[in-house]
């Protein structure tokens, strides 16, 4: 299914209502400007600007022209396109701070649409949606995957269908700082391992809440790829980006 944007699936709408209701009886306040009733109100979301073009039609990553960055001209990417809603800055990481520890799932629904609203930029065709996986031990203290968070609205407001059980982190990722595409690839190669179920499906949606250097992504997918999927997209609501061009350009 290619996403419009226009259009919101019933099971979205229900979920809406639900949330309509929840805020009805506490009303939360905008983590932005602290209005009464709002989780994030209109006037704070107009304020942080999506990611705009150009961006590598590949990594996603911002660019200085329309085409393919110099990492991904050199190496291809496991994945069939990576796209990211916001800078993982401001607002934003707040917002993601509160998905991660406080478990805001209604912030988490006006997140999704943000999603949704990248998505629809782009001519993916996406059969399952499904999320970065957490580990075991991470789960247990958590009780919760913040990337499901994001996930799951997004799959209710857009009638794609979510699977969980797609992926296992079976190890949790070492750090990644400094290194090139190849090495990070290989330090974060068994991390992750798609199950059997994953052959069912071409195509798949990976979301997460924040891409750094993009490795995770990548390991998701060559795990996917190795159980047949012909297709693995990226979605993040975030991406950090250095300010330091030397930095940046290792991101
Ligand atoms: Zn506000
Ligand atoms: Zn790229």
């Not at 050199?74 to 994945?79: C, S, V």
């Not at 707040?94 to 991660?100: D, P, Q, S, T």
């Not at 269908?161 to 090139?180: A, D, H, N």
């Not at 798949?204 to 159980?227: F, K, N, P, Y």
């Amino acid at each position: 299914m290619i996403v419009s944007g226009s259009k919101m699936h019933p099971a979205g709408f229900l979920y809406h209502l639900g949330w309509t209701a929840v805020d009805w009886l506490f009303p939360p306040y905008c983590i932005d400007c602290g209005t009464l009733g709002e989780r994030w109100c209109q006037a704070c979301q107009e304020k942080v600007p999506f990611l705009a073009p150009p961006l590598c039609e590949q990594c996603g990553r911002p660019i200085e022209r329309a085409g393919l960055c110099p990492e991904c001209q050199h190496e291809p990417l496991p994945l069939d396109g990576v796209r990211s809603c916001y800078v993982y800055e401001g607002t934003i990481r707040e917002a993601i701070h509160r998905l991660k520890f406080e478990k805001d799932l209604g912030l988490a629904e006006i997140l999704a649409k943000a999603l949704v609203k990248t998505l629809s930029h782009e001519h993916w065709n996406i059969e399952v949606i499904t999320s970065v996986p957490v580990s075991s031990t991470r789960m247990k203290e958590r009780g919760y995957n913040q990337a499901e968070m994001l996930a799951v609205p997004l799959a209710l407001i857009t009638g794609i269908p979510y699977k969980r059980s797609l992926l296992k982190r079976i190890k949790e990722s070492p750090s990644q700082i400094g290194l090139g595409r190849q090495e990070r690839q290989e330090n974060i190669r068994d991390a992750f391992v798609a199950t059997a179920r994953a052959s069912q499906f071409s195509s798949i949606l990976v979301i997460d809440d924040v891409i750094t250097t993009g490795s995770t992504l990548q390991s998701c997918a060559l795990a996917l790829r190795e159980q047949g999927v012909k297709q693995v997209f990226g979605l993040t609501l975030a991406r950090a980006i250095s300010r330091d061009p030397l930095a940046r350009a290792i991101s």
